[in-house]
């Protein structure tokens, strides 16, 4: 794959997140760095740890080119469901492997990665439930919970630059479902940190969630996302140009309405019945109480006509 030269890709295939499997002998395990300037900045994890990322250096060709990529791991949108998230590896990084696994676009085999595998690759592990976008707290006194997904961010490049990224030849902000999202929300952003001769581009994995009824005409993704939004003091870093143009800015964080305000070249990758959407956005739980999309959720081979119609219009939402 040439590097992502055009301004937009789309792709809608069944492909997921996860990467290709790895047989234990060929495992490259990277340990964690921790990011101990991030308390000066404010930025912690929803328990109050710090912030970590994994690198494993570049190479050859490729050590002067960057390539990020956004842990994802879904959201937290009331009090109730990020406390509990926080005390789990989705909320703190007490709680997470110190060894992760790089795969997929993160591996270090030529075969298996012909185009990033002697890149400088880093993943930034997601312990805010925000995607690394929110920057305020919830304290009542007993239960302190940091929403400090935007300052997470800030730390982490900032403690790259010197190390590197801030004399990239090219450098590629990636990220997959939540970390997809972040990947659309930040892209503008990174650039603005690297100089003008960086080729930065942008890929977002299964994170182009949509803005889009479910089978009942209910919001439920747009009410979800709101909550999600007020409750961890997202909007202020939502995309201005955004934020400007449209008479929701809460709605600036889907990528639907974002996507016209990204400068850099970005590339789309989603499945064309992403299961997220398919589950989430347009047939939730509260959308089908009786559970007539069950046998249809289990196993697409089983949805009858009309449901199958019903999904296609889905594919055809997909950008």
Excluded at 134 to 145: I, P
Excluded at 266 to 275: G, W
Excluded at 303 to 313: A, E, F, K, V, Y
């Amino acid at each position: 794959m040439e590097y992502l030269v055009t301004t937009v890709f789309v792709v809608t295939t069944l492909l997921t997140c996860a990467g290709m499997f790895v047989s234990s002998d060929d495992r490259l395990l990277v340990n964690m760095t921790v990011v101990r300037s991030a308390a000066a900045l404010g930025a912690y994890c929803l328990d109050g740890s710090l912030p970590a990322y994994h690198i494993h250096l570049g190479f050859g060709d490729g050590a002067n080119n960057w390539l990020l990529q956004f842990e994802g791991g879904g959201w937290c949108n009331d009090i109730e469901t990020c406390a509990e998230r926080a005390q789990t590896r989705r909320g703190s990084t007490r709680l997470m492997t110190k060894l992760e696994s790089f795969s997929g676009i993160l591996s270090n085999n030529a075969s298996r990665n012909p185009d990033f595998y002697n890149w400088n690759r880093v993943k930034l592990r997601y312990c805010d439930g925000g995607s690394f976008a929110g920057d305020s707290k919830f304290d009542n006194g007993t239960l302190l919970l940091y929403f400090r997904g935007q300052r997470i961010w800030q730390a982490i490049i900032e403690d790259l630059l010197p190390k590197g990224l801030g004399s990239a030849n090219k450098a590629l902000l990636s990220g997959c479902s939540a970390g997809g999202l972040a990947s659309y929300l930040h892209c503008n952003n990174f650039s603005n940190y690297l100089p003008d001769t960086t080729a930065v581009k942008c890929l977002g994995d299964a994170g182009f969630f949509l803005d889009s009824p479910d089978i009942n005409m209910s919001h439920t993704q747009r009410t979800f996302f709101q909550h999600l939004v007020t409750l961890q003091g997202i909007e202020q870093n939502l995309d201005e140009n955004c934020t400007n143009s449209i008479s929701d800015p809460k709605q600036c964080i889907f990528p639907q309405y974002l996507l016209k305000h990204i400068t850099p070249p970005l590339f789309i990758l989603n499945s064309a019945y992403d299961v997220y959407q398919f589950h989430h956005i347009l047939v939730p739980p509260s959308a089908d109480p009786h559970g007539h999309w069950n046998r249809c959720k289990l196993n697409p081979q089983s949805c009858s006509p009309d449901q199958m119609n019903i999904l296609h219009d889905l594919k055809c939402l997909q950008p």
